[in-house]
Protein backbone atom coordinates (compact mmCIF):
# COMPACT_ATOMS: atom_id res chain seq x y z
CA UNK A 1 0.00 0.00 0.00
CA UNK A 2 1.14 3.57 -1.03
CA UNK A 3 0.40 6.67 1.03
CA UNK A 4 -0.75 9.56 -1.38
CA UNK A 5 2.16 11.39 0.54
CA UNK A 6 4.59 8.71 -0.82
CA UNK A 7 3.88 9.05 -4.30
CA UNK A 8 3.63 12.54 -4.80
CA UNK A 9 6.99 13.38 -2.61
CA UNK A 10 8.87 10.66 -4.46
CA UNK A 11 7.74 11.03 -7.48
CA UNK A 12 10.47 9.66 -10.22
CA UNK A 13 12.32 8.42 -6.94
CA UNK A 14 13.21 4.38 -7.38
CA UNK A 15 15.26 4.25 -3.84
CA UNK A 16 14.52 6.65 -1.28
CA UNK A 17 16.10 5.95 2.14
CA UNK A 18 15.04 8.31 4.98
CA UNK A 19 16.66 8.62 8.55
CA UNK A 20 18.60 4.76 8.28
CA UNK A 21 20.40 4.37 11.33
CA UNK A 22 22.85 1.52 11.39
CA UNK A 23 25.27 0.90 14.65
CA UNK A 24 27.46 -2.01 15.34
CA UNK A 25 27.83 -2.35 18.96
CA UNK A 26 29.08 0.92 20.07
CA UNK A 27 30.37 1.61 16.84
CA UNK A 28 27.56 4.16 15.20
CA UNK A 29 27.81 4.10 11.38
CA UNK A 30 24.91 5.32 9.69
CA UNK A 31 23.68 8.23 11.48
CA UNK A 32 20.47 9.53 9.75
CA UNK A 33 20.87 8.82 6.26
CA UNK A 34 18.65 10.36 3.65
CA UNK A 35 19.52 9.82 -0.33
CA UNK A 36 17.40 9.55 -2.92
CA UNK A 37 18.07 7.39 -6.58
CA UNK A 38 16.14 8.87 -9.28
CA UNK A 39 14.58 6.10 -11.49
CA UNK A 40 16.67 5.13 -14.94
CA UNK A 41 19.41 7.17 -13.02
CA UNK A 42 23.09 6.39 -12.30
CA UNK A 43 23.79 7.25 -8.77
CA UNK A 44 27.55 7.54 -7.33
CA UNK A 45 28.48 7.20 -3.90
CA UNK A 46 31.90 8.14 -2.70
CA UNK A 47 33.10 8.24 0.61
CA UNK A 48 36.31 7.56 2.67
CA UNK A 49 36.63 3.80 3.91
CA UNK A 50 34.73 2.19 6.35
CA UNK A 51 31.87 5.20 6.25
CA UNK A 52 29.63 2.66 5.81
CA UNK A 53 29.14 2.65 1.99
CA UNK A 54 28.91 -1.16 1.51
CA UNK A 55 26.75 -1.12 5.03
CA UNK A 56 23.77 1.40 2.99
CA UNK A 57 23.61 -1.11 0.14
CA UNK A 58 23.13 -4.22 2.13
CA UNK A 59 20.40 -2.34 4.45
CA UNK A 60 19.01 -1.45 1.34
CA UNK A 61 19.21 -5.37 0.23
CA UNK A 62 17.88 -6.85 4.08
CA UNK A 63 20.99 -7.89 4.58
CA UNK A 64 21.11 -6.30 7.33
CA UNK A 65 18.60 -4.52 9.47
CA UNK A 66 18.40 -0.60 10.15
CA UNK A 67 18.01 0.22 13.69
CA UNK A 68 16.01 2.97 12.69
CA UNK A 69 14.84 5.06 9.49
CA UNK A 70 12.83 4.03 6.46
CA UNK A 71 13.87 2.49 3.32
CA UNK A 72 11.43 2.55 0.37
CA UNK A 73 11.57 0.94 -3.26
CA UNK A 74 9.04 2.38 -5.93
CA UNK A 75 7.40 3.55 -2.80
CA UNK A 76 7.18 0.12 -0.80
CA UNK A 77 8.27 -0.07 2.52
CA UNK A 78 11.30 -2.53 2.63
CA UNK A 79 10.81 -3.80 6.33
CA UNK A 80 7.60 -5.41 6.01
CA UNK A 81 8.27 -7.53 2.98
CA UNK A 82 8.67 -11.27 4.50
CA UNK A 83 8.49 -15.01 2.14
CA UNK A 84 7.33 -14.32 -1.68
CA UNK A 85 6.42 -10.73 -1.21
CA UNK A 86 10.43 -10.24 -0.27
CA UNK A 87 11.28 -13.12 -3.01
CA UNK A 88 10.20 -10.74 -5.74
CA UNK A 89 11.24 -8.15 -4.53
CA UNK A 90 14.83 -9.59 -4.42
CA UNK A 91 14.54 -10.10 -7.78
CA UNK A 92 14.65 -6.86 -8.81
CA UNK A 93 18.29 -6.40 -7.88
CA UNK A 94 21.60 -7.39 -9.24
CA UNK A 95 24.72 -6.67 -6.86
CA UNK A 96 28.34 -6.81 -7.19
CA UNK A 97 29.82 -7.55 -4.24
CA UNK A 98 33.45 -5.07 -3.33
CA UNK A 99 34.69 -8.98 -2.66
CA UNK A 100 33.50 -10.56 -5.48
CA UNK A 101 31.42 -13.14 -3.19
CA UNK A 102 31.77 -15.79 -6.07
CA UNK A 103 30.48 -19.60 -4.95
CA UNK A 104 33.80 -21.26 -4.83
CA UNK A 105 31.85 -24.87 -5.10
CA UNK A 106 30.77 -23.79 -9.30
CA UNK A 107 32.06 -23.34 -12.03
CA UNK A 108 32.18 -19.71 -13.55
CA UNK A 109 29.42 -20.07 -16.16
CA UNK A 110 26.68 -21.73 -12.88
CA UNK A 111 28.13 -18.89 -10.77
CA UNK A 112 26.82 -16.36 -13.72
CA UNK A 113 23.76 -18.33 -14.24
CA UNK A 114 22.72 -19.06 -10.91
CA UNK A 115 20.59 -16.57 -10.16
CA UNK A 116 18.46 -17.24 -13.45
CA UNK A 117 18.09 -21.02 -12.53
CA UNK A 118 18.04 -20.89 -8.92
CA UNK A 119 15.54 -17.25 -8.43
CA UNK A 120 13.88 -17.14 -11.98
CA UNK A 121 13.73 -20.82 -12.87
CA UNK A 122 15.13 -20.69 -16.25
CA UNK A 123 16.39 -23.44 -17.77
CA UNK A 124 19.73 -24.78 -17.60
CA UNK A 125 20.52 -24.81 -21.31
CA UNK A 126 19.22 -21.31 -21.89
CA UNK A 127 21.03 -19.76 -18.85
CA UNK A 128 24.53 -21.01 -19.90
CA UNK A 129 23.65 -19.40 -23.39
CA UNK A 130 22.77 -15.96 -21.38
CA UNK A 131 25.89 -16.72 -19.07
CA UNK A 132 28.47 -16.84 -21.21
CA UNK A 133 27.10 -13.78 -23.33
CA UNK A 134 27.18 -11.92 -20.39
CA UNK A 135 30.89 -13.05 -19.61
CA UNK A 136 31.78 -11.69 -23.21
CA UNK A 137 30.38 -8.62 -22.41
CA UNK A 138 32.85 -8.56 -19.33
CA UNK A 139 35.74 -9.12 -21.56
CA UNK A 140 36.14 -12.83 -20.73
CA UNK A 141 36.26 -15.27 -23.15
CA UNK A 142 34.08 -18.62 -23.33
CA UNK A 143 37.51 -20.85 -22.34
CA UNK A 144 37.14 -18.84 -18.88
CA UNK A 145 33.22 -20.67 -18.17
CA UNK A 146 34.43 -23.50 -16.93
CA UNK A 147 36.83 -22.61 -14.26
CA UNK A 148 36.39 -22.44 -10.73
CA UNK A 149 36.71 -18.74 -8.95
CA UNK A 150 39.97 -19.99 -7.46
CA UNK A 151 41.48 -20.17 -10.22
CA UNK A 152 41.10 -16.69 -11.46
CA UNK A 153 42.99 -13.24 -10.61
CA UNK A 154 41.30 -10.77 -8.38
CA UNK A 155 40.40 -8.76 -11.26
CA UNK A 156 38.78 -11.78 -13.27
CA UNK A 157 36.70 -12.14 -10.40
CA UNK A 158 35.53 -8.93 -10.12
CA UNK A 159 34.64 -8.89 -13.83
CA UNK A 160 32.70 -12.37 -12.91
CA UNK A 161 30.71 -10.89 -10.36
CA UNK A 162 30.30 -8.05 -12.52
CA UNK A 163 28.61 -10.72 -15.21
CA UNK A 164 26.51 -12.34 -12.37
CA UNK A 165 25.06 -8.54 -11.21
CA UNK A 166 23.82 -8.11 -15.21
CA UNK A 167 22.75 -11.69 -15.60
CA UNK A 168 19.24 -11.50 -15.30
CA UNK A 169 19.05 -7.83 -16.17
CA UNK A 170 17.57 -6.70 -13.21
CA UNK A 171 15.94 -3.26 -12.44
CA UNK A 172 18.27 -2.13 -10.36
CA UNK A 173 21.88 -2.73 -10.09
CA UNK A 174 24.26 -2.12 -7.26
CA UNK A 175 27.94 -1.89 -7.94
CA UNK A 176 30.60 -1.65 -4.97
CA UNK A 177 33.49 -0.87 -6.06
CA UNK A 178 33.51 -1.97 -9.60
CA UNK A 179 36.69 -0.85 -10.71
CA UNK A 180 38.94 -1.47 -7.78
CA UNK A 181 41.54 -4.06 -8.57
CA UNK A 182 41.27 -3.74 -12.81
CA UNK A 183 43.88 -1.72 -14.47
CA UNK A 184 43.15 1.02 -16.18
CA UNK A 185 42.23 -0.15 -19.98
CA UNK A 186 39.61 -2.68 -18.38
CA UNK A 187 38.72 0.05 -15.64
CA UNK A 188 37.45 1.69 -18.83
CA UNK A 189 35.72 -1.23 -20.40
CA UNK A 190 33.84 -1.48 -16.89
CA UNK A 191 32.89 2.07 -16.79
CA UNK A 192 31.24 2.03 -20.77
CA UNK A 193 29.76 -1.12 -19.82
CA UNK A 194 27.81 0.36 -17.07
CA UNK A 195 27.36 3.22 -18.70
CA UNK A 196 25.57 1.13 -21.57
CA UNK A 197 23.63 -0.96 -19.29
CA UNK A 198 22.48 1.83 -17.62
CA UNK A 199 21.77 4.45 -20.87
CA UNK A 200 18.75 3.27 -22.80
CA UNK A 201 17.59 0.33 -20.55
CA UNK A 202 16.08 2.15 -17.56
CA UNK A 203 18.29 0.79 -15.39
CA UNK A 204 18.54 2.66 -11.66
CA UNK A 205 21.94 1.71 -10.54
CA UNK A 206 23.91 2.59 -7.19
CA UNK A 207 27.59 2.35 -7.59
CA UNK A 208 30.28 3.11 -5.12
CA UNK A 209 33.99 3.89 -5.93
CA UNK A 210 37.09 5.66 -4.87
CA UNK A 211 37.64 5.73 -8.15
CA UNK A 212 36.99 9.49 -9.69
CA UNK A 213 38.01 9.23 -13.07
CA UNK A 214 35.50 6.30 -13.12
CA UNK A 215 32.57 8.24 -10.90
CA UNK A 216 32.76 11.17 -13.13
CA UNK A 217 32.13 8.37 -16.20
CA UNK A 218 29.20 6.77 -15.11
CA UNK A 219 27.57 8.90 -12.87
CA UNK A 220 24.72 11.10 -13.56
CA UNK A 221 24.85 11.99 -9.72
CA UNK A 222 27.64 11.78 -7.02
CA UNK A 223 26.49 11.68 -3.19
CA UNK A 224 29.14 12.20 -1.00
CA UNK A 225 29.16 10.17 2.84
CA UNK A 226 30.92 11.39 5.82
CA UNK A 227 30.06 10.37 9.44
CA UNK A 228 27.54 8.38 8.46
CA UNK A 229 25.47 11.15 6.51
CA UNK A 230 25.34 12.44 3.47
CA UNK A 231 26.76 15.37 3.63
CA UNK A 232 26.67 16.65 -0.74
CA UNK A 233 24.83 15.51 -3.53
CA UNK A 234 24.34 16.92 -6.95
CA UNK A 235 25.10 16.27 -10.58
CA UNK A 236 28.63 14.82 -11.42
CA UNK A 237 29.50 18.31 -13.28
CA UNK A 238 29.20 20.26 -10.29
CA UNK A 239 31.37 17.79 -8.07
CA UNK A 240 33.98 20.05 -8.66
CA UNK A 241 32.70 23.56 -7.86
CA UNK A 242 30.44 22.03 -4.67
CA UNK A 243 31.54 25.10 -2.49
CA UNK A 244 32.08 21.52 0.15
CA UNK A 245 35.64 21.47 1.93
CA UNK A 246 34.86 17.66 2.34
CA UNK A 247 34.19 17.33 -0.87
CA UNK A 248 36.96 19.62 -2.34
CA UNK A 249 39.31 17.39 -0.26
CA UNK A 250 38.11 14.04 -1.29
CA UNK A 251 38.20 14.53 -4.75
CA UNK A 252 41.60 16.05 -5.17
CA UNK A 253 43.13 13.49 -2.67
CA UNK A 254 44.48 15.98 0.36
CA UNK A 255 45.77 14.81 3.39
CA UNK A 256 45.16 18.04 4.94
CA UNK A 257 41.82 19.24 4.96
CA UNK A 258 38.42 19.09 7.44
CA UNK A 259 38.74 15.32 7.09
CA UNK A 260 40.97 13.68 9.58
CA UNK A 261 41.89 10.36 9.01
CA UNK A 262 41.89 8.09 11.59
CA UNK A 263 45.67 7.28 11.09
CA UNK A 264 46.27 5.39 14.66
CA UNK A 265 50.28 4.69 15.65
CA UNK B 1 30.34 -7.08 42.74
CA UNK B 2 32.36 -7.92 39.54
CA UNK B 3 31.71 -11.76 39.81
CA UNK B 4 27.72 -11.15 39.66
CA UNK B 5 28.21 -8.49 36.64
CA UNK B 6 29.97 -11.44 35.22
CA UNK B 7 27.42 -13.97 36.01
CA UNK B 8 24.80 -11.82 34.76
CA UNK B 9 26.22 -11.14 31.23
CA UNK B 10 26.98 -14.52 30.65
CA UNK B 11 23.70 -15.75 31.64
CA UNK B 12 22.21 -13.08 29.34
CA UNK B 13 24.22 -14.37 26.60
CA UNK B 14 23.36 -18.14 26.20
CA UNK B 15 19.65 -16.59 27.15
CA UNK B 16 20.15 -14.98 23.73
CA UNK B 17 22.28 -17.54 22.23
CA UNK B 18 19.29 -20.39 22.84
CA UNK B 19 16.78 -17.63 21.73
CA UNK B 20 19.24 -17.36 18.34
CA UNK B 21 19.11 -21.08 17.76
CA UNK B 22 15.30 -21.53 18.66
CA UNK B 23 14.68 -18.77 15.27
CA UNK B 24 17.17 -20.99 13.29
CA UNK B 25 15.49 -24.05 14.27
CA UNK B 26 12.45 -22.45 13.62
CA UNK B 27 13.17 -21.42 10.22
CA UNK B 28 15.01 -24.61 9.05
CA UNK B 29 12.04 -26.99 10.25
CA UNK B 30 9.00 -24.35 8.38
CA UNK B 31 11.60 -24.23 5.30
CA UNK B 32 11.38 -28.37 5.24
CA UNK B 33 7.92 -28.55 3.86
CA UNK B 34 7.58 -25.16 1.22
CA UNK B 35 8.75 -25.59 -2.16
CA UNK B 36 11.09 -24.86 -3.40
CA UNK B 37 13.48 -27.89 -2.34
CA UNK B 38 16.17 -28.78 -3.75
CA UNK B 39 16.33 -32.52 -4.50
CA UNK B 40 19.91 -32.66 -6.75
CA UNK B 41 21.56 -30.77 -3.40
CA UNK B 42 19.86 -33.41 -0.79
CA UNK B 43 21.13 -36.22 -2.92
CA UNK B 44 24.84 -34.58 -3.35
CA UNK B 45 24.63 -34.13 0.96
CA UNK B 46 23.64 -37.68 1.39
CA UNK B 47 27.21 -38.89 -0.22
CA UNK B 48 28.92 -36.73 1.55
CA UNK B 49 27.27 -36.75 4.96
CA UNK B 50 26.02 -40.74 4.55
CA UNK B 51 28.38 -42.73 1.94
CA UNK B 52 31.50 -41.35 2.86
CA UNK B 53 31.06 -41.94 6.64
CA UNK B 54 30.59 -45.42 5.99
CA UNK B 55 34.25 -46.16 6.32
CA UNK B 56 34.99 -44.85 9.69
CA UNK B 57 31.64 -45.75 10.93
CA UNK B 58 31.89 -49.41 10.37
CA UNK B 59 35.52 -49.46 11.61
CA UNK B 60 34.66 -48.08 15.11
CA UNK B 61 31.41 -49.91 15.53
CA UNK B 62 33.33 -53.19 14.85
CA UNK B 63 35.74 -52.49 17.47
CA UNK B 64 33.40 -51.46 19.75
CA UNK B 65 31.72 -54.42 19.26
CA UNK B 66 34.66 -56.64 19.82
CA UNK B 67 35.47 -55.12 23.04
CA UNK B 68 32.24 -55.28 24.44
CA UNK B 69 32.14 -58.73 23.80
CA UNK B 70 35.20 -58.74 25.88
CA UNK B 71 34.17 -57.00 29.09
CA UNK B 72 30.85 -58.53 28.83
CA UNK B 73 32.46 -61.65 29.43
CA UNK B 74 34.61 -60.56 32.36
CA UNK B 75 31.15 -59.59 34.22
CA UNK B 76 29.23 -62.75 33.04
CA UNK B 77 31.87 -65.22 33.69
CA UNK B 78 32.23 -64.15 37.27
CA UNK B 79 28.64 -65.42 37.61
CA UNK B 80 29.15 -68.32 35.15
CA UNK B 81 26.84 -66.58 32.85
CA UNK B 82 28.94 -66.84 29.92
CA UNK B 83 26.37 -67.88 27.88
CA UNK B 84 24.49 -64.34 27.93
CA UNK B 85 27.55 -62.33 25.79
CA UNK B 86 25.40 -62.37 23.03
CA UNK B 87 22.48 -61.22 23.94
CA UNK B 88 23.82 -58.25 25.87
CA UNK B 89 26.18 -56.92 23.43
CA UNK B 90 23.54 -57.35 20.63
CA UNK B 91 21.52 -54.79 22.60
CA UNK B 92 24.19 -52.74 23.82
CA UNK B 93 24.45 -52.82 20.32
CA UNK B 94 21.64 -51.86 19.06
CA UNK B 95 20.17 -49.54 21.67
CA UNK B 96 23.13 -47.48 22.83
CA UNK B 97 26.69 -48.13 20.96
CA UNK B 98 25.38 -47.57 17.35
CA UNK B 99 23.65 -44.88 17.52
CA UNK B 100 26.23 -43.21 19.64
CA UNK B 101 29.37 -44.31 17.84
CA UNK B 102 27.71 -43.22 15.15
CA UNK B 103 26.48 -40.43 15.61
CA UNK B 104 29.80 -39.09 17.65
CA UNK B 105 31.82 -39.85 14.81
CA UNK B 106 29.01 -38.40 12.26
CA UNK B 107 29.02 -35.52 14.45
CA UNK B 108 32.99 -35.19 14.24
CA UNK B 109 33.11 -35.26 10.31
CA UNK B 110 30.09 -33.88 9.30
CA UNK B 111 29.23 -31.13 11.88
CA UNK B 112 32.41 -29.86 11.57
CA UNK B 113 32.22 -30.02 7.25
CA UNK B 114 29.39 -28.34 7.29
CA UNK B 115 30.63 -25.49 9.56
CA UNK B 116 33.43 -24.72 7.64
CA UNK B 117 32.14 -24.60 4.44
CA UNK B 118 29.02 -22.30 5.55
CA UNK B 119 31.27 -20.43 7.63
CA UNK B 120 33.89 -19.67 4.62
CA UNK B 121 30.74 -18.61 2.45
CA UNK B 122 29.58 -16.26 5.44
CA UNK B 123 33.18 -14.33 5.58
CA UNK B 124 33.23 -14.56 2.24
CA UNK B 125 30.08 -13.10 1.65
CA UNK B 126 28.75 -15.72 -0.39
CA UNK B 127 25.53 -15.92 1.96
CA UNK B 128 24.93 -12.37 1.32
CA UNK B 129 25.58 -12.95 -2.67
CA UNK B 130 22.18 -15.88 -2.11
CA UNK B 131 20.16 -13.74 -1.24
CA UNK B 132 20.53 -11.20 -3.92
CA UNK B 133 20.24 -14.08 -6.47
CA UNK B 134 16.61 -13.88 -4.48
CA UNK B 135 17.68 -17.60 -3.31
CA UNK B 136 16.39 -17.93 0.26
CA UNK B 137 19.92 -19.29 2.24
CA UNK B 138 18.05 -21.90 4.87
CA UNK B 139 16.39 -23.30 2.10
CA UNK B 140 19.52 -23.78 -0.27
CA UNK B 141 21.95 -24.40 1.99
CA UNK B 142 20.67 -25.62 5.48
CA UNK B 143 17.26 -27.63 4.23
CA UNK B 144 19.05 -30.24 2.14
CA UNK B 145 21.69 -30.94 4.63
CA UNK B 146 19.05 -31.24 7.79
CA UNK B 147 17.21 -33.68 4.85
CA UNK B 148 19.91 -35.94 3.97
CA UNK B 149 21.47 -36.34 7.44
CA UNK B 150 17.89 -37.42 8.63
CA UNK B 151 17.85 -39.90 6.64
CA UNK B 152 21.72 -40.74 6.37
CA UNK B 153 21.68 -41.64 10.25
CA UNK B 154 19.89 -44.05 10.33
CA UNK B 155 21.29 -45.72 7.26
CA UNK B 156 24.33 -45.35 8.38
CA UNK B 157 23.16 -46.70 12.51
CA UNK B 158 21.51 -50.05 10.80
CA UNK B 159 25.16 -50.59 9.11
CA UNK B 160 26.67 -49.97 12.13
CA UNK B 161 24.00 -52.31 13.78
CA UNK B 162 25.21 -55.19 11.83
CA UNK B 163 29.09 -54.40 11.90
CA UNK B 164 28.73 -53.84 15.51
CA UNK B 165 27.52 -57.07 16.51
CA UNK B 166 29.88 -59.10 13.88
CA UNK B 167 32.76 -57.43 16.11
CA UNK B 168 31.20 -58.96 19.03
CA UNK B 169 31.34 -62.56 17.43
CA UNK B 170 34.44 -62.25 16.20
CA UNK B 171 35.81 -61.49 19.54
CA UNK B 172 33.86 -63.69 21.36
CA UNK B 173 34.82 -66.89 18.45
CA UNK B 174 38.38 -65.96 18.35
CA UNK B 175 39.46 -64.89 21.74
CA UNK B 176 36.55 -65.96 24.28
CA UNK B 177 35.95 -69.44 22.93
CA UNK B 178 32.71 -69.30 21.59
CA UNK B 179 31.22 -72.10 18.65
CA UNK B 180 30.21 -69.52 16.19
CA UNK B 181 26.81 -71.41 15.40
CA UNK B 182 25.43 -70.25 19.04
CA UNK B 183 26.14 -67.15 19.16
CA UNK B 184 24.70 -66.42 15.78
CA UNK B 185 21.66 -68.23 16.86
CA UNK B 186 21.40 -66.77 20.23
CA UNK B 187 21.60 -63.36 18.50
CA UNK B 188 19.29 -64.12 16.25
CA UNK B 189 16.66 -65.76 18.70
CA UNK B 190 17.36 -62.54 20.80
CA UNK B 191 16.76 -60.29 17.68
CA UNK B 192 13.88 -57.72 18.85
CA UNK B 193 11.91 -54.84 16.78
CA UNK B 194 12.21 -53.06 19.48
CA UNK B 195 15.80 -52.98 20.58
CA UNK B 196 16.57 -52.27 16.59
CA UNK B 197 14.02 -49.37 16.35
CA UNK B 198 15.02 -47.27 19.55
CA UNK B 199 18.41 -47.23 17.94
CA UNK B 200 17.26 -45.78 14.66
CA UNK B 201 15.02 -43.23 16.19
CA UNK B 202 17.78 -42.19 18.26
CA UNK B 203 19.84 -41.92 15.11
CA UNK B 204 17.14 -39.89 13.46
CA UNK B 205 17.40 -37.13 16.50
CA UNK B 206 21.34 -37.48 16.00
CA UNK B 207 21.46 -36.69 12.46
CA UNK B 208 19.16 -33.29 13.17
CA UNK B 209 21.32 -32.10 15.78
CA UNK B 210 24.54 -32.70 13.80
CA UNK B 211 23.48 -31.03 10.47
CA UNK B 212 21.40 -28.70 12.64
CA UNK B 213 24.75 -28.03 14.89
CA UNK B 214 26.96 -27.66 11.79
CA UNK B 215 24.76 -25.46 10.21
CA UNK B 216 24.11 -22.94 13.18
CA UNK B 217 27.75 -22.16 13.89
CA UNK B 218 28.88 -21.66 10.12
CA UNK B 219 25.80 -19.67 9.34
CA UNK B 220 26.97 -17.48 12.80
CA UNK B 221 30.55 -17.51 11.91
CA UNK B 222 32.56 -14.60 12.61
CA UNK B 223 35.25 -12.44 11.37
CA UNK B 224 37.98 -14.41 9.14
CA UNK B 225 39.89 -17.79 9.33
CA UNK B 226 39.83 -17.48 13.41
CA UNK B 227 36.27 -16.91 13.39
CA UNK B 228 35.59 -20.29 10.95
CA UNK B 229 37.82 -22.60 12.83
CA UNK B 230 35.83 -21.22 16.12
CA UNK B 231 32.56 -22.06 14.45
CA UNK B 232 33.89 -25.95 13.45
CA UNK B 233 35.02 -26.16 17.08
CA UNK B 234 31.80 -25.14 18.45
CA UNK B 235 29.96 -27.44 15.91
CA UNK B 236 31.86 -30.50 16.71
CA UNK B 237 31.49 -29.67 20.87
CA UNK B 238 28.10 -28.75 20.75
CA UNK B 239 26.54 -31.42 18.61
CA UNK B 240 28.79 -34.46 20.16
CA UNK B 241 27.29 -33.01 23.75
CA UNK B 242 23.36 -32.48 22.49
CA UNK B 243 24.03 -36.18 21.37
CA UNK B 244 25.04 -37.51 24.72
CA UNK B 245 22.22 -35.47 26.29
CA UNK B 246 19.59 -36.39 23.71
CA UNK B 247 21.01 -40.32 24.02
CA UNK B 248 19.95 -39.98 27.95
CA UNK B 249 16.83 -38.37 27.93
CA UNK B 250 15.96 -41.08 24.95
CA UNK B 251 16.85 -43.75 26.86
CA UNK B 252 14.67 -42.41 29.78
CA UNK B 253 11.86 -42.15 28.00
CA UNK B 254 12.05 -45.76 26.22
CA UNK B 255 12.26 -47.27 29.14
CA UNK B 256 9.31 -45.28 30.94
CA UNK B 257 7.22 -46.31 27.52
CA UNK B 258 8.62 -50.24 28.11
CA UNK B 259 9.75 -49.43 24.37
N1 LIG C 1 28.76 -7.12 9.89
C1 LIG C 1 29.43 -6.17 10.55
N2 LIG C 1 29.70 -6.27 11.86
C2 LIG C 1 30.35 -5.30 12.53
N3 LIG C 1 30.81 -4.18 11.97
C3 LIG C 1 30.60 -4.00 10.66
C4 LIG C 1 29.91 -4.99 9.88
N4 LIG C 1 29.85 -4.54 8.60
C5 LIG C 1 30.47 -3.35 8.60
N5 LIG C 1 30.92 -3.02 9.82
C6 LIG C 1 31.62 -1.77 10.19
O1 LIG C 1 30.92 -0.71 9.60
C7 LIG C 1 31.81 0.26 9.08
C8 LIG C 1 31.47 0.57 7.66
O2 LIG C 1 31.70 -0.56 6.85
P1 LIG C 1 31.51 -0.55 5.28
O3 LIG C 1 31.88 -1.90 4.81
O4 LIG C 1 30.16 -0.05 4.94
O5 LIG C 1 32.59 0.52 4.80
P2 LIG C 1 32.78 1.12 3.37
O6 LIG C 1 32.32 2.51 3.40
O7 LIG C 1 32.17 0.22 2.36
O8 LIG C 1 34.37 1.11 3.25
P3 LIG C 1 35.31 0.63 2.06
O9 LIG C 1 35.38 1.76 1.12
O10 LIG C 1 36.61 0.39 2.73
O11 LIG C 1 34.70 -0.59 1.48
C9 LIG C 1 33.21 -0.31 9.25
O12 LIG C 1 33.81 0.37 10.31
C10 LIG C 1 33.01 -1.73 9.62
O13 LIG C 1 33.95 -2.10 10.60
MG1 LIG D 1 32.81 -1.19 1.11
Known amino acids: ?37 PRGQSLVVIGGSGTGKSVTIKCVLGILKPDAGQILVDGQDTAKLRGRARDAYLRKFGMLFQGAALFDSMPVWENVAFGLIQGRGVGRKKARDIAYEKLTKVGLGADVGGLYPSELSGGMQKRVGLARAIAADPEIIFFDEPTTGLDPIMSDVINNLIVDTVRGTGTTTLSITHDLVSARKIADRIAMLYKGKIIWEGPTAEIDHSGNPYVGQFIHGRAEGPIKMEVRG | MKFFTAVGRSTLELLGEVGRLSIFTADAVTSFIRPPIYWSLVGTQMMRIGFFSLPVVGLTAFFTGAVLALQIYIGTARYG ?53 ATRPVKYLVVPRLMAALVSMPLLVAVADAIGVLGGYVAATKSLGFTGSIYLNT ?38 AQGVGAATTNAVVSASILILVANYILTNIFNILNF
Open chain 2, 81 to 133: AEQFVPTVVLIGILRELGPVIAGLMVAGRVSAAIAAELGTMRVTEQIDALTTL
Open chain 1, 1 to 37: MESAASVTDDDGAKIVIKGVKKRFGPKVVLDGLDLTV
Open chain 2, 187 to 224: TMNDLNGNDVMSGLIKAVVFGFLIALMGSYNGFNSKGG
